[in-house]
């Protein structure tokens, strides 16, 4: 078909809507509930799964599906669905089907302890279209229920796991990291080798956020998120990829931002819908004066005026303008609105441990020295330079010449 | 897999598929297994493919729909019989298309 003089088959990413002029909506997050199965430790976002008040406030289908149909209708290509467990929902199966229907690929980030033999049969005669997406919490029952809390739960998505895999139904595993599980990272790499859909090494989830609803969960997942140094450890266990890497990601995204809080692309093309149907920038962003009421509203209105003021918003806090506002540690730290909310409950607070991981990042790099504040460096610049080898393409061209 | 043809039959559209317009590009997408390939593969169709496309509704033969689109575009009947078969063919491969 590829030669046909009517149709051309390719890639979704070579379509001209993807390049330049995109569609309003490209792509769209859904959390269909903030319920979930497991209890994991580390979790920012899972309720209970048998939370009745949290169930009774979640969107109803109809109104799921009003949202799907707008969201085909701007051009939307993708629709995520997470959670919490999004396979929790009653709905879920028809809300899938759907979703495929209006021609919509769909991203499912599971845990996939609820894939039965009948959901595997719908994956595999209904695609989704894009590869699901499954966290691992531990290769062994101790240290995966250790931080799923939930016994029986490493069998169930194991067994979720196989039912894909006789289905050949694509999906790729990522890990969490937590103290529970650190020393299986080598094991659970060699077991994702043997998965046929991944085509990389799985990527990791271990500086993890708060609580956006900002209640107790959060001192306990302070308590086990991974310090800076163990953090950098694990980060740079290949140290020369990682090198090669961040020389290449230096040279490009490393600047102060002064008082520019968003320099994401949160809020353009996209955005996460809640469970409850209030629109966001990001799955992170819950801050009250950032999110719009898709009940009274429109995913169209959301994106073409209200995300783009919200994305105007400057920072006013001295201590953001004065650290992270002159830091040209920018691209290797975390720090964003949706992370500052996710700490402090505002938007521009600098966020310690996030600061503290770039910090260990650019002293590794040699692009500070140990206890050294990236915001007082002034020849930021020549440093970078230096790292990214341009100072010594810049000499040799100098030398030609 | 070849597949045969005849300008006289009637074909229809899949409901394996769904056909989007987005941003100018006519693309269809396979929303079952067995259609294009799993991951990211989809079809776009260009303005020609689009009018076949659109006429392909299980009613009208492959020789109507030729005929309609030479009186439409005023181009030789001979001519749109050999486009309207090329891609209905190319689609058929696919099961983008049914025979009726």
């Known amino acids: ?401 | 897999m070849e597949q045969k043809i005849n300008i006289k039959n009637t074909y229809c559209q899949s409901e394996d598929v769904v056909a989007r317009e987005i941003h100018g590009e006519f693309i269809i997408i396979p929303i079952t297994s067995g259609i294009g390939d799993l991951e990211d593969e989809l079809y776009t169709l260009n303005e020609t493919g689009k009018n076949i496309w659109d006429r392909l509704d299980g009613k009208k033969s492959l020789k109507e729909i030729a005929m309609e689109l030479s009186k439409e575009f005023d181009a030789p009947l001979e001519e749109i019989e050999k486009d309207v078969a090329g891609l209905t063919e190319e689609l058929l491969v696919r099961r983008i298309v049914l025979e009726v």
């Open chain 1, 1 to 401: 078909m590829e030669q046909s003089p009517y149709a051309v088959k390719k890639s979704i990413y070579e379509v001209k809507l993807w390049e330049g002029d995109k569609p309003l909506l490209s792509s769209l997050n859904i959390e269909l509930t903030e319920r979930c199965n497991n209890k994991c430790i580390h979790c920012y976002i899972n309720l209970p799964k048998d939370d009745k008040e949290a169930q009774k406030k979640e969107m109803t289908g109809k109104e799921i599906k009003k949202i799907l149909k707008e969201a085909a209708l701007l051009g939307c290509m993708q629709i995520m669905f997470t959670g919490g467990e999004p396979l929790l929902r009653e709905d879920f199966d028809e809300l899938y089907i759907f979703t495929r229907k209006l021609g919509i690929k769909v991203f499912i980030f599971t845990n996939a302890t609820l894939i039965d033999e009948k959901r595997a049969e719908l994956f595999s005669k209904i695609p989704p279209g894009e590869k699901i997406e499954i966290t691992i919490y531990g290769m062994k029952k101790r240290s995966y229920e250790a931080v799923t809390r939930n016994p029986g739960s490493f069998e169930s998505a194991m067994k979720g796991v196989n039912l894909l895999l006789q289905k050949k139904v694509p999906f790729v595993v990522k890990g969490a990291i937590l103290p529970q599980n650190k020393e299986e990272i080598e094991e659970f790499e060699e077991w994702a080798k043997t998965i046929p859909w991944m085509d990389k090494p799985p990527g990791y989830a271990m500086f993890f956020d708060l609580r956006g609803r900002r209640d107790k969960q959060k001192d306990l997942i302070k308590k086990v998120r991974l310090s800076p140094q163990e953090g950098l450890d694990i980060i740079t266990r290949k140290r020369k990829e990682y090198i090669k890497e961040m020389k290449e990601f230096c040279g490009k995204f490393m600047k102060p931002s002064g008082d520019k809080i968003f320099s994401c692309g949160a809020g353009t093309g996209g955005g996460t819908v809640d469970s409850y149907g209030k629109f966001q920038l990001c799955m992170l962003l819950r801050h009250p004066d950032t999110v719009y009421d898709l009940k009274k509203g429109s995913l169209k209105d959301g994106i073409e005026n209200f995300f783009v003021k919200i994305r105007e918003i400057k920072a006013t806090n001295s201590d953001y303008l004065n650290r992270c506002g002159k830091c040209f540690l920018k691209g290797l730290c975390e720090q964003c609105p949706g992370k500052s909310w996710s700490e402090h409950g505002s938007l521009d607070t600098p966020v310690e441990y996030l600061c503290e991981i770039a910090h260990k990042q650019a002293e590794f790099l040699g692009l500070l020295e140990e206890g050294e504040k990236a915001w007082e460096v002034v020849e930021w610049k020549e440093r970078l330079d230096r790292l990214t080898g341009k100072e010594k393409s810049d000499n040799s061209t100098l030398a030609v010449l």
